[in-house]
């Protein structure tokens, strides 16, 4: 069974990665793999604050005075 990783666990993750990048010191291949691996960690991030919006509600009240549970919808600009 695969182990969760956090949304932060990965984004530190991704951080040393890019760093080691960054540095120039690692032959191709070593630059490849680092470089496929940071890119389905950001896969992951994606699809973990995806998932977090859709968790958002903004509960708010409606004419009658009463609460009533909507969905986030983020405006983009």
Known sequence: MEEKISFEENMK???E???ELE????DLD???SKFEEGMK???QCSEMLEKAEK????L??????ELAEENFVQNEE
Do not use: R
Not at 23 to 26: A, H, R, S, Y
Not at 60 to 65: A, F, L, R, V, Y
């Open 41 to 43: 960690i950001s896969k």
């Open 30 to 32: 070593t630059s490849v």
């Open 55 to 58: 968790k958002i509600t903004m």
């Open 13 to 15: 993750k991704l951080e």
């Open 23 to 26: 540095k120039g010191d690692l």
């Open 17 to 19: 990665i890019a760093t």
């Open 60 to 65: 708010i009240k409606n004419e009658d005075g």
